[in-house]
């Protein structure tokens, strides 16, 4: 599945495409309210609703590359599923599953993902316009995305949102967030230690914040060449990045 060619440049704006606009008008109609009403329709006991908020706390030009130069490092839009089924974006140790996880990963560009998601996963979701934004957009130090995600007692959160200058990686939770505890309460609290960095396996790394074909300096989309490990895994080659509660907050608060 191709992305819609937008792509995430180094201060976080995105350029715009017709699925981007098309997809910000679905995610706007989406509502906890009706997320709600849906899942009693279906008779899904003891569903609700979560706040989810990812906060860039990394800070201004705070990483030096090898040449010198200073960069900021900033989160792209991205995707979110509730399900109780495995991880719908991602398996460690396999190949890019084709949906849309490449545009994602190499670009920001969440659309290809979403649209997939849309037909297999009933609570599912984008995050694209920064708190107090008015547009998509990727997040700066001290900016936030905010979504709502309805889920049932049995179902877990995943999300996907890019590393902002690198090749292809992303940051996600393979195992997802638990939402609920064993008697069915909802919970709530910091999940940052849930989430890790991911290469992708779909385009060669290069360093960190200079690289020419890094989606903030690549001239398109798929710009990069292959890479010679296809297959998605642990982003281990810069340890300032290993520890994701250094650049990212994740909260999730029951509503």
């Not at 979560?50 to 990394?58: A, G, L, T, Y």
């Not at 900021?72 to 396999?94: C, D, I």
């Not at 638990?178 to 230690?193: E, S, Y």
Request: charge should be neutral; proline fraction near 8%; aromatic fraction near 10%.
């Amino acid at each position: 599945m191709m992305g819609t060619g937008s792509t995430m440049k180094a201060d976080g704006t995105m350029t715009s495409s017709p699925g981007m606009t098309k997809l910000e008008h679905e995610m706007s109609a989406k509502t906890c309210s009706r997320g709600l009403a849906m899942m009693f329709h279906g008779s899904m006991k003891g569903a609700h609703c979560f706040k989810v908020r990812i906060d860039n706390i990394s800070t201004p030009s705070e990483f030096t590359a090898s040449n010198g130069v200073k960069w900021t490092l900033p989160f792209s839009p991205g995707t979110f599923v509730a399900t109780a089924k495995p991880n719908p974006f991602f398996e460690v140790g396999t190949r890019d599953r084709k949906v849309g996880l490449r545009a994602l990963s190499e670009a920001g560009d969440p659309t290809a993902l979403t649209a997939f998601v849309a037909q297999h996963y009933p609570d599912y979701g984008a995050f694209l316009v920064p708190l107090g934004g008015t547009k998509p957009k990727g997040i700066l130090p001290g900016q936030a995305f905010e979504f709502f995600v309805v889920a049932g007692p049995s179902e877990k959160l995943y999300f996907v949102t890019m590393h902002g200058q690198s090749n292809d990686w992303f940051y996600g939770n393979p195992s997802g967030i638990a939402l609920f505890d064993a008697a069915g309460k909802a919970l709530g609290g910091d999940a940052t230690a849930q989430v890790k960095v991911f290469d992708a396996g779909t385009e060669a790394d290069e360093e960190l914040g200079i690289g020419p074909s890094q989606g903030p300096r690549q001239p398109r989309p798929r710009y990069g060449p292959p890479d010679s490990n296809p297959l998605v895994r642990a982003a281990t080659t810069d340890k300032r990045f290993l520890d994701t509660t250094s650049v990212m907050r994740v909260t999730v608060t029951p509503q």
